[in-house]
């Protein structure tokens, strides 16, 4: 081992500037042989999963607002985007650009406020850019989502004022998994669906001993177009002119990656290779489709119970090349590129008095290019270093925490040498975010818990410097190159119950913005060249979308990156109740969130906004036997800027039924799910899509998935 640990150091040295690099001196500084030279302890020993995303020193009673979800729960709700496995999710809804992309939206707050994580490490994708970029992360491959809201955010940054979803899989493993005699584990999943003719296929193998893990996955799906109960016009060749289906929204996704962790008494050693793929149908546009890859280097050391005043360290590092190319009828258009280094290291201290904490340092870096006709910002690089403490004070009644984090970013355009309206330019900013938290254990079953924080954001690159087309907000976006840092404090209190089987969770928030980042409508229209579209005949017709009389199709209304106050306050509710418990078990689950935003100078409400929604489950067991039934209902909504149309009301109703066969050393799992029995046709609020093509994208219709799934 200590041949390996030389060699690995003597490249590092060789690459000082790359992130993976930089992670092996800064272990190799702090564990030293020393760290790899203890004994293995046995395979029983290994210490459980902890819960790293809503608090970094594994406390089970967390004061950030969280929801995790991993096992059958996770398998029985995923849908074929992030977006759409989370909606519902108390606070959490869907962006929803079609059925094939979409990011989760968090307390009102979405794009690049939210933040996205694979194993607590930066996903590097265009997503935050624009609606129809998928988020290159597919749900069957997924073992547990975490799902942290508010100020607890705080270590990922002011991207994450919204809250932060980390995916989590096992392709780095995470503890040991078998004997000294070695073994062999594994997963396969089988899945079919009606709505839109999925076939998708899964397989997960893991082998090893005590000293190391390996890990293999492979993953696949392919659907037509997605069922609705409405018929919509087509004009994609090759397809029917007029049929119950969304146009253009059949997707091909592939995947895989191979992994390892090597273990050295406490201390573990892993890295993994990962590949993402996807042709998607944009639904936008009838004849578009995107062709998407990402290639993902990760690795993780953690060196455990070291000597002195740090008592662990933890090393996460990935570099992540992304692109995809929008086709229009077969030939290539725009090509979005983006890649990343990730480097986080958090390091775990000594009591101070009865303070216990981590100290962390976390680096990033980013190229982002555009190049074709829908290249609306220019080349770009973004470079951010950080630090931050979180600390945690135990008390009789409960718990104290404090946490900072003091950033440095750049972001620097480099223009475009095919596009002469983008320019060299560069900014840079140093955001601050502070935070308090404090859960009391008011009573026998009750817990109240409050967090305060103040978050600063800087701009992103196309906030700053977009200048160009976007048909896929239909619009023609201006940066804003004067754009200072935007400025928010938070406030979330809540109380929770729980006795038994039965519980209850009610939150509120606020969050006050200074100098909100909005997408403004100047009343202006341009061509796609960037001109203005005076005398052309064009008007805009109020919600978004240009209308023309000169039989031209490629003018768009003018949107402007404008700092505005804004405010956000909601409130969240989620509980469970236990109707009957002899022999077989039922439960009734109850949920409801509400967020108003608005221009707090103003009193105009912000654009896709959730409305009131409600909703309410019936679960029951009994032996190997589970079911399920679900409503979930969101109000119209009315609310919003002026000319964005209004949302209609609607419920949708599924349902689930599992059962789990022991054989042998394998379980099986059969499970069959209906979604949107009554076939409701449907349009969310918080869909693009809902203003800038009307009733072209609907929720899908009636679907009924089959599936199985092998454990080893």
Same mark, same amino acid.
Request: aromatic residues 8%; proline residues 5%; negative net charge.
């Given at each position: 081992?200590t ?5 690995a ?13 930089l992670?092996i ?8 042989a ?11 020993a ?17 004061? $950030?607002p969280t ?7 996770? #398998?029985?709700?995923?849908k ?6 989370l909606?519902g999710?108390?606070?959490v809804s869907?962006?929803?650009? !079609? ?32 609606? @129809?970029?998928?988020v ?15 100020p607890?955010a ?5 991207s ?8 989590i @899989? ?7 998994q078998?004997?000294a005699?070695?073994g062999?584990?594994g997963?396969l999943?089988?899945e079919?669906?009606?709505?839109n003719?999925? %076939? ?5 193998l893991?082998?090893g001993t ?5 890990h293999?996955d ?10 609705v109960?409405i018929?919509?016009a ?6 029917p ?9 059949s ?7 191979l ?10 050693l892993?890295?993994?290779f ?6 998607y149908?944009?639904v936008?546009?009838d004849a578009v489709?995107?062709?998407?890859h990402?290639?993902?280097?990760a ?9 002195g005043?740090?008592?662990s ?10 692109? =995809?190319?929008?086709y ?5 258009g ?27 340092? =976390? ?8 190049d ?13 270093? *950080?630090?931050f ?39 840079s ?8 938290g ?21 701009p ?9 087309? =976007? ?7 201006? !940066?804003?190159?004067?754009a ?7 406030? @979330?209190?809540?109380?929770?119950w729980?006795?038994?089987a039965?519980?209850?969770? #009610?939150?509120?928030?606020?969050n006050?913005?200074n100098?909100?980042l909005a ?8 061509d ?6 005076? !005398?052309?005949?064009?008007?805009d ?9 000169g ?15 804004a405010?956000?306050?909601?409130i ?9 418990d002899?022999?077989?078990?039922l439960d ?9 935003a608005?221009?707090?100078t ?5 654009p ?12 029951? $067991?009994q032996?190997a036997?589970?079911?399920r ?5 969101? %109000? ?13 009301p ?13 054989? !042998?050393?394998?379980t099986a799992?059969?499970?069959?799910? #209906?979604?949107?029995?009554? @076939?409701?046709l449907?349009y969310?609020?918080?869909s693009?899509l809902?203003?800038s093509?009307?009733?072209? *994208? ?5 679907s009924?998935?089959?599936g ?5």
């Amino acid at each position: 081992m200590t041949t390996i640990f030389c060699t690995a150091a003597a490249r590092a040295r060789a690459f000082p500037h790359h992130p993976l690099a930089l992670a092996i001196v800064t272990l190799a500084s702090l564990g030293g042989a020393n760290g790899l030279a203890q004994s293995t302890p046995k395979a029983d020993a290994a210490l459980p999963p902890v819960t790293i995303t809503g608090n970094p020193l594994g406390a089970t009673d967390l004061i $950030a607002p969280t929801d995790s979800y991993s096992g059958a729960s996770l #398998l029985l709700r995923s849908k074929s985007t992030l977006g759409e496995t989370l909606d519902g999710t108390a606070g959490v809804s869907s962006s929803y650009f !079609g059925p094939n992309a979409s990011r989760p939206i968090i307390r009102g707050l979405d794009g690049d406020r939210v933040r996205i994580l694979q194993n607590s490490g930066a996903s590097v994708d265009a997503s935050g850019s624009s609606n @129809d970029h998928a988020v290159p992360t597919d749900p069957i491959s997924m073992e547990r989502i975490e799902v942290l809201r508010g100020p607890g955010a705080l270590m990922y940054g002011g991207s994450a004022v919204g809250g932060v979803v980390n995916v989590i @899989d096992n392709r780095i493993p995470q503890e040991r998994q078998f004997d000294a005699r070695g073994g062999v584990s594994g997963k396969l999943n089988l899945e079919a669906a009606s709505g839109n003719a999925e %076939r998708s296929t899964a397989a997960l193998l893991e082998t090893g001993t005590d000293r190391f893990t390996l890990h293999a996955d492979a993953f696949s799906r392919r659907s037509g177009d997605v069922g609705v109960p409405i018929a919509l016009a087509c004009e994609k060749p090759g397809t029917p002119a007029v049929a119950n289906a969304i146009c253009n929204s059949s997707a091909q996704t592939q995947g895989g990656a191979l992994g390892g962790s090597l273990f050295f008494g406490n201390n573990r050693l892993g890295a993994s290779f990962s590949r993402y793929a996807s042709d998607y149908g944009t639904v936008a546009e009838d004849a578009v489709t995107i062709g998407m890859h990402s290639n993902r280097l990760a690795l993780e050391w953690d060196v455990e119970q070291l000597p002195g005043w740090i008592h662990s360290v933890k090393v996460r590092a990935s570099q992540t090349d992304y692109q =995809h190319t929008e086709y229009e009828g077969g030939e290539a258009g725009t090509v979005f590129k983006n890649t990343g280094n990730d480097l986080r290291v958090t390091a775990r201290h000594a009591k101070l008095g009865a303070w216990e904490g981590v100290l962390g340092l =976390h680096s990033e870096a980013g190229r982002f290019s555009a190049d074709g006709t829908e290249a609306f910002a220019p080349y770009s690089r973004t470079v951010q270093h *950080a630090v931050f403490a979180f600390e945690e004070l135990p008390l009789d009644w409960g718990r104290f925490s404090l946490g900072a984090r003091l950033e440095s970013v750049h972001v620097e355009s480099s223009g475009n040498p095919l596009v002469a309206r983008f320019f060299p330019a560069s900014r840079s900013f140093q955001p601050r975010s502070l935070a308090m938290g404090a859960l009391w254990n008011a009573a026998p079953g009750w817990q109240l818990s409050s967090n305060l924080a103040y978050s600063e954001r800087a701009p992103k690159d196309y906030e700053l410097f977009a200048d160009g087309p =976007h048909i896929a907000t239909h619009a023609y976006e201006v !940066g804003n190159n004067q754009a200072t840092l935007e400025q928010s404090s938070n406030l @979330d209190i809540a109380a929770q119950w729980k006795r038994g089987a039965h519980a209850f969770k #009610l939150s509120a928030f606020v969050n006050q913005f200074n100098r909100y980042l909005a997408q403004q409508a100047t009343g202006v229209l341009r061509d796609t060249e960037g001109n203005g579209a005076a !005398g052309v005949g064009v008007t805009d017709n109020g919600n978004g979308q240009s209308l023309e009389s000169g039989g031209t199709a490629d003018i768009l209304p003018e949107y402007v990156y404008t700092q505005v106050p804004a405010r956000f306050t909601g409130i969240e509710a989620n509980g469970k109740l236990r109707l009957l418990d002899a022999g077989q078990t039922l439960d009734l689950e109850l949920r409801g969130d509400w967020v108003r935003a608005v221009n707090s100078t103003t009193g105009e409400w912000l654009p896709r906004i959730a409305p009131v929604r409600v909703g309410a489950s019936l679960v029951w $067991a009994q032996g190997a036997w589970s079911a399920r039934l679900d409503a979930n209902h969101s %109000r119209a909504q009315t609310d919003g800027p002026a000319g964005q149309l209004a949302s209609q009301p609607y419920t949708l109703v599924n349902a689930a039924l599992s059962y789990r066969q022991p054989m !042998g050393s394998t379980t099986a799992l059969w499970f069959a799910r #209906l979604d949107n029995a009554g @076939d409701v046709l449907a349009y969310p609020a918080t869909s693009i899509l809902t203003q800038s093509a009307p009733g072209k *994208a609907p929720l899908p219709g009636r679907s009924l998935k089959l599936g199985l799934q092998l454990v080893f």
